[in-house]
Each structure stands twice: as structure tokens, then as C-alpha cells.
């Protein structure tokens, strides 16, 4: 099979625009999940336009995982529809250039989509989602006075679990304080005062809570014995910067924060339970979701060739339909994977695996000259046109 070049760099050019575009839109559709958090970081945090625009930087990569392999199909799809479209693929056949020969630009796209979903799975994704838990730590510790609500129970702090029932934000005064200590694995502490004050050094990183004519019950875990202590004044010292470093430390890592390495050596240390599925689930799709590419990319080739979907508009439907299909049959594997059901590895693999067969059966009648008829969507499409109207 002889490759031109000329039409190898016309195919990806091609390919480049709408893939982009469809990165940026559906990066912005999914960033618009996450406005109801924002609201609420904005109105009860008040960060500043620079923590915000971290903190999507951050949660860009959880997206990515996702949008990549389906850019990567709809420009592969557009393209296609484009050339069907306007004759070309018709004229390229006509001048002795087969679909075949249109293959290694489609291999090149998917291959580069495919490692820029590997890097951002493997090494972008644990690095966004700790850095974002860091960030989300310290600006609620940063600003625990503005987040502290009355009559509702506060754990910002690890290991400190909080509640008062009336707090002014002019004086700082708390009234009716519960506080539950558990910071200290040897004993445990619980405290209750009727009032209180909020001290807050923001260049050390240090909130104290200073309470007046409280007490104190402290219980020891070794020996059994629980002591009650009356204090007229008792100083609570929350330090965030030890905080912050505990949670970030990886007893504390959730399973899409682990690096690969630390999430291999939790698989081969860790016992059979739900948390180890998840690990494996997460495991798996670091390799499932860019290999996507391929079997995303794969399925596009043949649905922008056929004559009838030479329409953008429905070809488009059709594209979102079949990554739809996709994400639904991740979706299952992820929740019987967690459950035990079957093994991790078949839930992430067998979405690529069916649509990847599909592409696979739907290209080579392709190069049969033997297109498969969606006449059943014509007829639903037309179907449903004609009950919207009456």
C-alpha cells in the first residue's frame, strides 16, 4: 500500500480544527457540572479569581480523560462527513485511493490523542485531583471563619469535628461549642463550652479556638479510663499546614490520587476488599481510557463514509449516540467491577473491545462497498418530526 503524503497531511490538517473545538466545548460542558461547588466556593469561601482559576486547572485533568478520546472521534467523524459531504471521498476512490490508504493519518491522530490520554491519565490525574484536595483544604481552613456555619457540624480539619450554635463574624465570639478531638490515636478528647472565640494568624497558618468555662472529657484508650477536666480557659490549636500534609500523605490518597507505582504496591499489599476493586477499576482505566482512542476513532471512520449520513447534523447524532453507548458500558463496568460482580479488568476493557468491534465490522463492509443501512433512524427521526408537529 503506497501512502501519500499530500493527502496524509490534507487528512490531518482536516482532523486538527474540529478536534480541538469539540475539546474546548465539551471541556467547557463539563466544567459547567462543577459550577454549583464553584458558587459556593465564591459566595461562603470568597476566594479571590487566581485560587478559582487553580482550581479548575486542577479538576482539568479529570475531564480530559474523558473529552480526549471523544474529540478525537467527532474530529475523525466530522472529517469524514466533510469529505462524503463534498464528493471527495468519491473522488479519491475515483483517482485509485482506497479507504484502506486513508488509515495511517487516522492510526497517527488516534496514536497522538491516544499518549496525550495516557500522560494526563497516568501522571496529570493524581497530580490535579491531590493538588486540588490541598488547595480545597487550605481555603477552607484559610477562610474558617467565613465557612464556619452556626448549627452545623464543621470537620475542615482532620481529625476535628466542630459545632456551635451561634457565631458572630464582627467579634468572633462562639456561643454553645461542641468540639470532638480525635487527632491523637492513643486518646480522645471531647470538649463543650458555652462560649468561646475564633483566633485566626494567617501568616502561620494557625487557627485557635480559645473557650471559657468549658469542660473537658478526655478518654484514654490504653488503660480504659475516662477523666473530666473544668478549665476557665482552654486554647484549641488547629495547624494547617499539618493538616494540609496529612491528608496529602498517602495512608490519606484516594485511589485516583495514587501515582501508578503507589497504586501497584497498594494492589499487592492490600486485602480483598471494595476499596481494592476500586484501586483495580482505577488501575485498568489508566490503560482502558487511551486505548479509547483507537476504538473511538476506528467506529468514526466508516460512520462519516457512509453516503447516507452525509448530513453533519445527524452524522453528529450518531456520534454522540455511539460515545454515549461507550460511556454507559464503562459505567457498567465500574459498578460491577466495585461491586465483585466480575473482574475490573473485563469492566474496563470490554467497552473498547465492543466498540471496537463494531468499528472494526462496520469498516470492513466499508471497504466491501457494503454500507449498512440506518433506515430504522430515518424512520424515528421522521417519526418523532411528525408527532412534534400534531
Not at 14 to 27: A, G
Not at 105 to 133: D, E, H, N, R
Request: hydrophobic share 50%; net charge positive.
Amino acid at each position: 500500500m503506497r501512502l501519500n503524503t499530500t493527502i496524509n497531511r490534507y487528512l490531518l490538517r482536516e482532523m486538527l480544527t474540529p478536534s480541538v473545538l469539540n475539546m474546548l466545548f465539551f471541556t467547557f460542558v463539563f466544567l459547567m457540572t462543577q459550577i454549583l461547588e464553584i458558587t459556593n466556593l465564591i459566595v461562603n469561601y470568597r476566594i479571590s479569581i487566581f485560587i478559582l482559576i487553580r482550581m479548575l486547572a486542577y479538576s482539568m485533568p479529570y475531564f480530559l480523560v474523558f473529552v480526549l478520546p471523544m474529540s478525537i472521534m467527532m474530529g475523525v467523524l466530522l472529517t469524514f462527513l466533510r469529505l462524503s459531504n463534498d464528493r471527495e471521498i468519491m473522488a479519491l476512490k475515483a483517482g485509485g485511493v482506497s479507504i484502506l490508504q486513508l488509515v495511517p493519518p487516522i492510526f497517527v491522530f488516534c496514536l497522538v490523542g491516544s499518549l496525550l490520554t495516557a500522560y494526563i491519565s497516568i501522571y496529570a490525574l493524581p497530580w490535579g485531583q491531590l493538588s486540588l484536595k490541598k488547595l480545597t483544604y487550605q481555603v477552607a481552613a484559610q477562610h474558617f471563619d467565613v465557612g464556619l456555619k452556626p448549627a452545623t457540624f464543621n470537620d475542615s480539619f482532620s481529625g476535628v469535628t466542630m459545632y456551635v450554635s451561634e457565631f458572630d463574624r464582627q467579634t468572633r465570639l462562639l456561643k454553645n461549642v461542641f468540639i470532638e478531638d480525635h487527632r491523637s490515636e492513643a486518646s480522645g478528647q471531647t470538649l463543650i463550652a458555652p462560649r468561646g472565640r475564633l483566633l485566626r494568624d494567617p501568616r502561620k497558618l494557625t487557627v485557635q479556638l480559645r473557650l471559657y468555662d468549658g469542660i473537658i472529657y478526655q478518654v484514654d484508650v490504653d488503660s480504659r479510663a475516662v477523666n473530666t477536666v473544668h478549665f476557665a480557659r482552654y486554647d484549641v490549636n488547629l495547624d494547617i499546614q499539618r493538616t494540609a500534609s496529612q491528608v496529602t500523605s498517602q495512608e490519606e490518597k484516594d485511589d485516583i490520587e495514587m501515582s501508578l507505582s503507589e497504586l501497584r504496591d497498594f494492589l499487592q499489599n492490600s486485602p480483598r476488599n471494595a476499596r481494592y476493586y476500586l484501586a483495580l477499576i482505577e488501575y485498568h482505566k489508566k490503560f482502558s481510557m487511551p486505548f479509547a482512542c483507537f476504538a473511538l476513532g476506528l467506529l468514526a471512520i466508516p460512520l462519516g463514509v457512509q453516503t447516507r449520513l452525509a448530513k453533519r447534523s445527524f452524522g453528529l447524532a450518531l456520534g454522540l449516540l455511539a460515545f454515549l453507548f461507550y460511556y454507559l458500558l464503562l459505567s457498567a463496568g465500574l459498578v460491577f467491577g466495585e461491586a465483585g460482580k466480575y473482574p475490573p479488568v473485563v469492566g474496563m476493557w470490554v467497552p473498547n473491545l465492543v466498540i471496537g468491534g463494531i468499528g472494526l465490522w462496520l469498516f470492513v463492509r466499508t471497504l466491501h462497498e457494503r454500507p449498512v443501512s440506518f433506515d430504522f433512524l430515518y424512520r424515528l427521526n421522521a417519526l418523532l418530526r411528525r408527532r412534534k408537529r400534531c
